[in-house]
T-cell receptor
């Protein structure tokens, strides 16, 4: 079946540190991969996505590369800010399907 | 253009009571999806609705849970005779087109606590 596993949180970093949040998946076929973010008190927002192997999604300084050989979609940012504090969710959807399969979320805390 | 509005933000019910969760999609969106997030788990798909139609309820528990999206008004997720295991965050998403998550917008969720 389809599943997503992401690193447990909370992840606590200092401002300007390098960020990696790991995400691995199992899926039949070639799913699309997503990162969503939920800032405190707000709804889930699509952060970035990739729809095929070796694609790199990027937005707001965040990047993630679709690695089919390692079935991974790790989220990275070179220099985090306090405003990046949020919960980050990795998700996938099988091709031709609208149902999102989600990881459990990783809470990120950035200290000034 | 207001985003997806869910209310209430927090809902407390005693075992056996009914819970009604509301979701107003974004203006112009006619497709609504409900997801549930149990503690320490990822979101799980529950149901996909269009106006006056249930398209896919494969993720909905067979008993006590129902959903509707009437021609006028918000989408309602209804849980009858709640039990402690129903305590979770319930998220609603809407999109202007169906069968895709490419243009999904999510609400802030309703946190249901069953005492």
């Amino acid at each position: 079946g389809n599943s997503v596993t992401q690193m447990e949180g909370p992840v606590t970093l200092s401002e300007e540190a390098f960020l990696t949040i790991n995400c691995t998946y199992t899926a039949t076929g070639y799913p699309s991969l997503f990162w969503y973010v939920q800032y405190p008190g707000e709804g889930l927002q699509l952060l970035l996505k990739a729809t095929k192997a070796d694609d790199k999604g990027s937005n707001k300084g965040f990047e993630a590369t679709y690695r089919k050989e390692t079935t991974s979609f790790h989220l990275e940012k070179g220099s985090v800010q306090v405003s990046d504090s949020a919960v980050y969710f990795c998700a996938l959807t099988p091709k031709s399907n609208y149902q999102l399969i989600w990881g459990a979320g990783t809470k990120l805390i950035i200290k000034p | 253009n207001a985003g997806v509005m869910q209310n209430p933000r927090h809902l407390v019910r005693r075992r056996g009571q009914e819970a009604r969760l509301r979701c107003s999609p974004m203006k112009g969106h006619s497709h609504v999806y409900w997801y549930r997030q149990l503690p320490e788990e990822g979101l799980k798909f529950m149901v996909y609705l269009q106006k006056e139609n249930i398209i896919d309820e494969s993720g909905m528990p067979k008993e006590r849970f129902s959903a509707e999206f009437p021609k006028e008004g918000p989408s309602i997720l209804r849980i009858q005779q709640v039990v402690r295991g129903d305590s979770a965050a319930y998220f609603c998403a809407s999109s202007p087109v169906g069968s895709t998550n490419e243009k999904l917008f999510f609400g802030s969720g309703t946190q249901l606590s069953v005492l």
